[in-house]
């Protein structure tokens, strides 16, 4: 059974700095590509950052890049997501989601795209 368990989550000031970690189960690890997605009520998931694990190819959108790092640790079958900086627009609930990368398009980083998926954890930054 394929797994994605997201933690790392919280309320933290403007300017602060939180650790996402995506710990998966249940599938071949290094065939994925996994994406950090972010949703706020009554807006579709919006792509962040994905990875490709097995050659460690990233994506960022413009509004994070500089700011946020993706990481993979194949060791531990965890995907991480750095967020330094942050702001209050990057308020929301975090899902992580991965997808078979060969042959796919996993670096357009689209939720559409991407088919197993974790139960979200809250980031909330405060001004």
Partial sequence: EVQLVESGGGLVQAGGSLRLSCAASGFT???????????????????????????RLTYYSDSVKGRFTISSDNA?????????????EDTGVYYCAALRAYGSSWYICRSALYDYWGQGTQVTVSS
């Avoid at 995907?79 to 330094?84: H, K, T």
């Fill in 29 to 55: 690890f290094d065939d994925y590509a996994v994406g950090w997605f972010r949703q706020v009520p009554g807006k579709e998931h919006k792509g962040v950052s994905c990875i490709s694990v097995s050659d």
């Fill in 76 to 88: 531990k079958n965890t995907v991480y997501l750095q967020m330094n900086s942050l702001r209050p």
